[in-house]
């Protein structure tokens, strides 16, 4: 009888001991996976920016980032910046989007706007006091006052009007008329260096030879440097 007894328990270990290896040798896999792969579908792990971005950034925050076109590269120089363009960020209906001066003007979504840029690098900024100036009532007016460049073409000749737009320009009217807040001195075209032949070849094909020295103008790197700014994300 024990002797049955002691082959039954040896044939049961024959089996267990496998069984157990397997097991003990598929967790250390799996954890090993886990660790190697953060977005192994074991482990649903987020990645860094799907878990932060979202959470760091609020209603009328502004973008900038580095643009490559043989104009945006004439903006880098002549303003001697890296940013040559930007945006107003929206929550719309508990999404992210992007409202900038384009070809027309339109809402873009933050992740697509975000792709655009070389090397898709970004700086956020936001105003310093925005807890107690960008209350729910200011930002609707913000939005509403957007509405009234939605579809406006891309103004390429940098003009102080209403009739065409750039991105600079759209972001600082919006906070000027929305919230009354001047987010920059504006400048004059003859403010920025206009000597370098990249710069020249872009103004000689916008203006020809009667290039408007004294229009008033506000360039992205005016905006981003502003003091009334401070930086929320910097991936530069």
Known sequence: MGYKTLNLNMKKSKYLFPIITFLLSFGCALFVAMKVFPNNPFSQTKTKQENTLPDKIHDGDLIF??????????????????FSHCGIIYNINGNWFVFEAVQPVKLTKLEEWIQHGKDHKYVIKRLKNADTILTPAILEKMKDYSQNFMGKDYDAYFEWSDTRIYCSELIWKIYKNGANIELSKLKKLKDFNLTDPRVQKIVKERYGNDIPLDEKVVAPSDVVDSDLLKTIIDTY
């Open 65 to 82: 980032q580095t643009s490559e076109s043989s104009q945006c590269e004439a903006v880098r120089i002549a303003t001697n910046s890296k």
